[in-house]
């Protein structure tokens, strides 16, 4: 017990809080007990450990006081420029503004006064005339206008090229969008800013952040705008931020420069040094300019680099330096502040000349002391204000603090009573805050169930239901749960996994799994499928109740199920939780069940969809195969046997009569064409070329085929690292690709197809690139040709990837081991 209490207890008043008016008396008291315990202590101090821990002190308070400076010194550049930014920023909205007012002026001006004298359209010309040459911000700013529900547009400063023309025109798809967005804005709300990316004139491949300022003219039924490119006005900030920078001096020698991302110096007190690289400061590989680039690229972007440089001065005397460096990634720029540490050295040398004074005369200071006990009794009222000021501080910093870290205020930390109603407000205001806080972590644990629920495919059912029990025990703080899935009929439970947080922390218990029962004798569970609802108990005390499927004696419980299509499909419910269940319970578990249950469905139609997949192309292939042999071996053959009667009666004609014998070499000659339209039929039906003749083969009469139909150039390149492949595999490549050429082929209307196939040891890669007229991929959609390409793809542990621009052609991309 401290002296303060002892004296307290005495008096009677460690029951019972002391007032501000009072304090002072008993501030006094404390300054008398406390001179007595200077004293008392003074001899006690080893003068050497004092002095070696003031010198550590001094070393390390002067190292933070020159980092704390540097720092603040960068943070004071940084904020300027933010602060900078942020100004031009609204300046370019407030000037835009006023720009477009006054050309809605302008507008507004003229068809009043001419309405009556002219016609709509000779206004609106009148008017495009008037605002086309108009120009500001140093010839960046323009003008542009346009109909709204028309779509053509009348103005457009920055690029005469678009006037005239319309929105909607498939020539103007990338403005036509920017337009679209223009015009919502008007219909919307009457005006508006827009911002977005375009390119300028003149710079070709490059876009530009771009603001706008857009006003509806119901009139002519226009959207009138201006806008003006970001990174014109930025530039001109970015040259009057340096010039501001270049002039900033603080402390006896501090300066601050700064240099790019490539170490190029852009700022610098001495104007010889822009343009030179901050690498070369100091020399060697390890330079302090190197060091400084290092830190400004590493890391979070900041630190501290010390260094040694020439004063400058005639003894050429090294100054040892700090400095603090920073980067500004908005820009790609990195500053420096710097300043060196002479101070230091001083300080402590005029700390041990002290120290050696003071051991001189300790009798003299034992002296003052007295002095200094009576000055404490003198300002005993100060003291206590400084007490006051104290209390109100730890209410300040509490508020700054009670975000973070929600500390409690204890009785103990109050000197006084009128602290006791703030003490009190603030406690519950951290109770609320905490509670509001655990609501989120709740939030965010079931949001990454599902999340983690999604990433789980490759795992079995059972693991994804002990995984989510697992979660909807945490998330509920309870001791256990179940899960379990009821039947079609409604008429039994089965038990699937069961979860104790207690017994079992980091796995749940899935030996139950396969337990089942009837709904009458299911115990809670049943009553939940039952009821169609969540129940919730809270009666407190054990349940004199059959706690199936609970594992433990049951005080309070919640058990919720899920209904889908009319009918319970799964219910889950948990125990024992410190607190009541709500309904805030209920509905995180019906969420975190509903995501697991939707998770099912998902994953069964996959299977099934992959299932009808693989039959449908088996089923594909076999009549593929059927009709390409019939058309081979029966049609084929017959029109084979065709041609040579012809030929035999051709011959016999030939002396009768030449000119039946040439008609007859007519239908001949059809008939052989017939014999090669049947045998491409055939091959590309039932490709036993292929497996026969080998991949290479088969594609270079796909070549020709392609060229002869369609009457277009087919290149190909085939690089094969391997002899031969799976006979599988060679046919779905085969399909692939004639699928691919024949849709460019029809579809396209290419001058030019390109195959590239590349089949090493261990993988292989496919590529087919036309010049055709191309497809929007968001607006066609496919049909199930790409998806019998894509199932193939798949079949062969490849992947397909189809991409299309409109005008520039397509290109199918197959890549995959095998």
Known sequence: MSLFDTLLERLNLRGRRISLSSSPFFASAAVIVSLGVFMAIFWAFNEYEAYSESIANIQQSYKDRYRNRVAEEVGKVIGFIEYRRSQAEQQIESEIRDRVQAA????????????????????????????????????????????????TIDLYGDDPFYEGKN?????????????????????????????????????????????TFVKYFKPFDWYIGAGIYIDDVENALQANVLERIRNIDFGRDGEIFGFRYDGTIICHRDRSLIGRSIV????????????????????????????????????????????????????????????????????????????????TKNIALFISLFIVAVSLMLLFAYFYSMRIRQGISLFTNFLRRAVDEKNRIEDTHLAF??????????????????????????????????????????????????????????????????????????????????????AMPTSPQSDVAGISRSLDKAGLAGSAVLKGEAIICNVGGELD??????????????????????????????????????????RQITMLLEGLWLHVLKMCAEE???RLERQIIAVSEEERSTIGRDLHDDLGSHLSGVELLCMVLQKKLGGE????????????????????????????????????????????????????????????????????????????????????????????????????????????????????????????????????????????????????????????????EI
Not at 168 to 193: C, H, N, Q, Y
Not at 464 to 482: H, M, N, P, Q, T
Not at 665 to 688: C, F
Not at 739 to 752: I, L, W
């Open 280 to 359: 070369d400061f100091g020399g060697g590989e390890d330079s302090y300019g190197r060091r400084m680039w290092l830190t400004g690229l590493n890391g979070n972007g900041e630190g501290v680099v010390s260094y040694s440089e020439s004063d400058g001065e005639g003894d050429q005397r090294d100054v040892d330096k700090l400095g603090y460096v920073k980067s500004y990634e908005d820009w790609d720029w990195i500053f420096v502040a710097s300043m060196s540490m002479d101070e230091m050295e001083k300080a402590i040398e005029n700390e041990r000349k002290t120290y050696i004074r003071i051991n």
């Open 657 to 816: 009569s030449a000119e039946r014998a040439e008609e007859l070499g007519a239908i001949r000659n059809l008939i052989r064409e017939a014999i090669e339209i049947t045998r491409r039929l055939a091959q590309g039906l039932y490709p036993v070329h292929v497996v026969e003749h080998g991949l290479e083969s088969s594609f270079g009469e796909l070549k020709v085929e392609i060229e002869n139909l369609f009457d277009l150039q087919c290149n190909m390149i085939i690089d094969m690292d391997r002899e031969k492949i799976d006979a599988s595999a060679s046919i779905h490549l085969y399909y692939i690709t004639r699928e691919a050429v024949f849709n460019a082929a029809r579809h396209g209307r290419p001058q030019r197809i390109e195959i590239h196939l590349l089949i090493d040891r261990n993988s292989l890669r496919l590529e087919i690139n036309d010049d055709g007229c191309g497809f929007d991929e968001e607006k066609i959609q496919l049909g199930i040709g790409l998806h019998t390409m894509k199932y193939r793809a798949k079949a062969i542990n490849a992947s397909l990837a189809v991409t299309s621009e409109v005008g520039r052609g397509s290109r199918i991309l197959l890549e995959g």
């Open 608 to 610: 099934e969809m992959a």
């Open 167 to 211: 929105r909607f025109s498939p020539e103007l798809a990338e403005l036509g969008r920017k337009m679209a967005d223009i015009t919502a804005i008007v219909k919307d709300k009457g005006a508006g800013i827009y911002r977005y990316n375009w390119t300028k004139p003149g710079m070709t491949g490059r876009i530009y952040p771009k603001i």
């Open 104 to 151: 809605y002026s302008i507008a507004s001006h003229m068809y009043s006064r001419h309405k009556d004298e002219m016609g709509r359209e000779e206004l609106k010309d009148l008017v495009v005339e008037v605002l086309r040459p108009i120009r500001w911000s140093s010839g960046r700013g323009y003008y542009f206008a346009g109909g709204v529900d028309s779509g």
């Open 417 to 502: 009573s009128e602290f006791e109603d703030l003490r009190y407000l603030a406690n519950k205001m951290v109770d609320d805050l905490a509670e509001k806080e655990q609501l989120i972590r709740r939030d965010e644990l079931r949001l990454d169930t599902l999340l983690q629920l999604g990433m789980m495919e490759e795992r079995c059912f059972q693991d994804k239901y002990d995984f989510i029990l697992e979660r909807i025990v945490a998330i509920s703080r309870s001791e256990g749960g179940y899960l379990a899935l009821v039947n079609s009929a409604q008429s039994h439970i089965n038990l699937y996994c069961r979860h104790e947080a207690a």
């Open 545 to 586: 109740i059959d706690g199936f499927p609970y594992a433990r004696p049951v005080q309070r419980h919640l058990d919720v199920p899920i209904v889908n299509s009319g009918k319970v499909v799964l219910v889950a419910g948990v125990y024992n939780k410190g607190s009541d269940y709500d309904n805030s319970d209920v």
